[in-house]
Every structure is written in C-alpha cells, then in structure tokens.
C-alpha cells in the first residue's frame, strides 16, 4: 500500500529552515570571516604583550605626550598656532616650528573626551590600525590569509619599538596608505593615484615622517620609467600617458606640503635634523642604530632571513622600486631603531608573498569555520575588556611616572634646572622648564649641550650661574645631587618618590650667590 502524502502544510513544517534562517547564516559566516578573527587578535596582542599598553603599562612615562597635549592646548583654546617657545626659560621666544599639531590635536581632544583613558585608546588603536593595515596589504598581494597574517605578526614585533602615545604613529598610517596607493596601482588601479596629493596635505601636518614619503614616491617614479630585463630584475617602462599622470601626482603632491601653518619653513626641518642636530640624533635612544642581539635586531635578521630564504627557495623576478624599498628599509631600521616601525610598514606585503609563494604548500581557498571566528573575537573582546585600565588605574601610573606634588610647588619666578624627562609634564602643568624634551630648539639655543654638561659635572656649578639657577629637580641618584649636597649655599627643599626612583628639589640660598663646593667637585666629579 503506497503512503498517504503529506498535506501541503505538513510537508512544508518537514523542510529544513527556510530562506530567512538561511539569510541568517550568511550574514553571520559573512561577518565572522577568518579576517575578523585575525583583526581580533592584533588588537588583543599590544594589550597582552607591549610594556606601554598592558597591565604593567608605563603608557605615562612617554615625556613627550604632555608637551604635545600643552600645544594643542593653546592651539584649542586660544586658536593660534605655536611658532614660537613658549614654555620655558632658557629658549623662550626662540622660532620653533610645530610639524605635528595635527596629530597633537587629535590626542587633545582625545584627552579632552576621556581622560588619560583618551591618551590610553588613541595610544592602543593608533598601534593596532597600523598592524591591521599592514596586515590587508599583506593580503591583497599575497592572496593568503595565512601568509599576510604571518607577516604582520613580525611586523606587530617591529612596531613595538614605537608602543607609547606618540604622534609618529597616526603619521605611519599615512605611510602605509601610501604605500598601499602604489600597490594598487601596480596591480592596475592607476587612478588611485590621484589619491595621493590629499594624503600628502594631511601628512605634512601630522608628522615629518612626509618627507620619507615623498621620497619613496620619487625613489617610484625614477624606478617606473626604466625597462629593464636582467639577472633576477624584470620590468617595464611605464607608458608615456602613465608616466604623465605620475609625474602629475608627484608635483601635485610636491605643491600639497606647502599647505601648512609654517609653509616653505616647515619643508626644511628634516634637513636641519639630518644636518644641523648631530647633538639630538647622538643623545637619544631610539636614534641610536638597532643592535642585533636584541629581541628587535633578532626580528629585524628574521624577517630579512625569510625574504632571502624565500626567494632561494623559489626565486623571482624584482621590479627595481622592489629591491630599492626593501634595502632602504633595512637601512633605516640597522641605522636608527626607532625606523624598525618603518620597515615593518615598508616591507610586509613583500614579506607576505614570500612565505606564501616559498613556505605555505596550500593555497588559500577561503574554507573557515565562523563558529570557531566568533569564540575567538569573542575571546579576545573580553580579554580586551579586562585589560583596559581604569581612570584610576592610569592616574595611579601617572604618579609613579612624575614627581607631580613636586612640579605643583613649583613657583612662576624660579628657574629650576630640570631633568628633560619632566619637563614636559612641566610645560603641560604651565611650570617654565630649563629643558624638555624638545631638544631641536634647545640644540640650536645651545641649551642641550649646557645640560650635558650639568649632568655630567662638567663645570655644573658655573653653569647653574650662567642661567641663574635657583632651583634643581633631579633624581636623588644623579652626580648632580651629590655635588649640591656638599655644595654651601644649597640645601634640600623637597623629596618626593615616583615609581622606582626618588626625587629630590634643591634650592638656592638667594644670599650666597655663585656658592662653590666644599671638595671643590668641580675638578673631581663625584659618584655616589
């Protein structure tokens, strides 16, 4: 006996779900793609493993913050911009010109909003939009998730060296969008190009980073009009429409730096650092040149041992704009370590292709598995969640980071010489410093070198003469303190601990004059 059919009603209860669960399940597998996940986890990583940003975070010890968020302060308020110094005693009224008051603006505001929780997110993201970028260009030359994923790991490693609230961050994502603008446009997207003049006016007020940007487009332009075929080198000329419309684009980015507060001046300043700053290059840190045996030299040798790995493996033909990119990179990041955040953006499409194309046997054929995508946003959301500091949390950080009972007590007629790592906490607190860490416009007032000296007891007390110091804010465990406490005519004022260091306020008796040292230090420097 044949089965009695279904009513239509019935059978239609016996089908699988419809269309709209159906719709349901695409919009899901569409947003929890692998990319989604791979995004999560760059975010949570700076969180989990940056000195600046996690738990144990020193984000506030950046000194250069506050005196950027003191700029923009007077720039919001008073609405004019800063050409001149107006913060401390020594330069006061010096030319100075400000290339970042844009990005300085954008922390303001940032702070204004949220407190040091503002500095915090702005820090964070500023770090992750770079790893996340570099990431997606790493993908659409790769083809790979996996390999564009792999790559921006060790670019992750390489940008660490630039973690803190520091304003080069915002202008490296110019950087990669530059970046990102040619690789389009070698993958034909030659209209893209035009994009370029407006990322340059936005550059140029954001950092002076712009000018290795507009020297990587000339290093394109002079790579893309030779044919050349030889060895492992492979390309041709642009066409001559091409090449017009680029030499177009490069002067029309030339004509958009001139759109600053300080125009024509401010297109000179990276060759006045170059040229004109040997004291400020050979004194900071991170313009120091990048050691191998580091954690980041070892990223660095790794990176650039893939690359040559991977071509030996399966070699390739180079475009001429390729080999010079990654050579310059290299140079930069080996010649001054804070440019290992540079090489990283410069280089990590290329290093994406590499491991795809000489390390990865499977090609990327999209399968994922959503489900598991969303555990693992959902996861590093609330990793995110439970790390991001509280308000307290951050001013708790604060005061371990500065002496700031001390700076409060400083009074508007003293001319207190000051360690340069306080000194912008004391322009943000509107206390005139001896020195910050500005040091461009303190070199070429000869101030920096007359703090060396200080510091390092080279006639310290004639100097302290010279600019009538009254006052000395340093850490107890400085060659300074020692000679002042055996110095007559000046005596502690004011010990205050910050974190792991103590901080001492020397001050002056106003009737001893140019007092001398009782051991006469200045012909034997002292060390405690």
């Known amino acids: 006996m044949d089965p009695i059919p279904a009513a239509p009603e019935k059978a239609a209860e016996s089908r699988p779900a419809g269309a709209a669960p159906g719709g349901a399940v695409r919009i899901f597998n569409a947003i929890f793609s692998r990319h989604l996940m791979n995004a999560a986890i760059f975010m949570v990583l700076p969180m989990i493993f940056v000195s600046t940003l996690n738990m144990n975070g020193n984000l506030l010890y950046d000194p250069d913050i506050w005196w950027h968020l003191a700029n923009a302060r007077v720039l919001a308020i008073a609405h004019h911009f800063v ?3 107006i913060f401390s005693f020594t330069v006061a009224g010096r030319p100075w010109i400000n290339w970042e008051w844009l990005s ?9 909003g949220l407190g040091l929780r503002g500095i915090y997110l702005l820090a964070w993201f500023s ?3 770079n790893i996340i970028f570099v990431y997606w260009r790493g993908f659409l030359v790769s083809r790979h998730r996996g390999a564009a994923f792999w790559a921006a790991g060790l ?3 390489l940008m660490s060296v630039s973690s803190g609230p520091r304003c080069i961050n915002l202008a490296y994502l110019a950087m990669s969008a530059e970046m990102g603008i040619l690789e389009a446009a070698q993958r034909g997207n030659k209209l893209t190009l035009w994009l370029l003049p407006p990322l340059f006016l936005l550059w140029v007020n954001l950092h002076g980073i712009w000018f290795i940007g507009i020297a990587v487009l000339v290093l394109y332009v002079a790579c893309s009009v030779v044919s050349l075929k030889i060895g492992v080198f492979e390309q041709e000329a642009l066409a001559p429409p091409d090449r017009n419309r680029l030499l177009a684009v490069l002067g029309a980015s030339g004509a958009a730096l001139l759109v600053n507060p300080d125009g024509w001046r401010l297109l000179k300043n990276p060759l006045d650092m170059m040229f004109n700053q040997k ?3 050979g004194v900071v840190a991170e313009w120091q040149p990048l050691h191998v045996d580091s954690l980041l030299g070892i990223c660095a040798v790794g990176a ?3 690359m040559v790995a991977g071509n030996c493996i399966r070699g390739r033909k180079w475009t001429l704009f390729e080999i010079a ?15 290992a955040f540079l090489a990283g953006v410069l280089t990590t499409p290329l290093l994406a292709r590499e491991i795809e194309r000489s390390f990865l046997s499977e090609p990327d054929t999209g399968k994922t598995i959503p489900v598991m995508n969303a555990l693992m946003v959902a996861a590093a959301a609330a990793v995110m969640f439970y790390v991001f500091p509280s308000e307290a949390a951050l001013e708790k950080k604060l005061a371990e980071a500065f002496p700031l009972r001390m700076i409060a007590s400083i009074q508007p007629g003293w001319r207190t010489f000051n360690m340069d790592h306080v000194g912008g906490r004391m322009d943000f607190e509107s206390k005139a410093p001896f020195i910050d860490s500005r040091f461009e416009i303190f070199e070429h007032g000869g101030v920096l070198g007359d703090y060396l000296a200080v510091t390092n007891i080279q006639n310290p007390l004639q100097l302290l003469d010279k600019y009538r110091i009254d006052h000395v804010l340093m850490t107890d465990n400085m060659p300074l303190i ?3 406490q055996r110095t007559a005519g000046w005596r502690e004022q004011m010990r205050e601990k910050a974190g792991g260091d103590t901080y001492v306020l020397y001050v002056r008796a106003p009737q001893t004059g140019a007092a001398r040292t009782l051991a006469e230090a200045d012909s034997e420097p002292a060390h405690r």
């Open 83 to 85: 050409h001149a110094d």
């Open 104 to 112: 300085e603006l954008v922390y303001w505001f940032s702070y204004r």
């Open 127 to 129: 770090l992750c939009a």
């Open 155 to 157: 670019a992750f490693l």
């Open 279 to 281: 004291l400020n290059i």
């Open 304 to 306: 650039i041992g893939l």
């Open 325 to 339: 990119i990654v050579f310059f990179a290299w140079f930069a990041a080996f010649d001054h370590m804070r440019f």
């Open 482 to 484: 020692y000679l002042l």
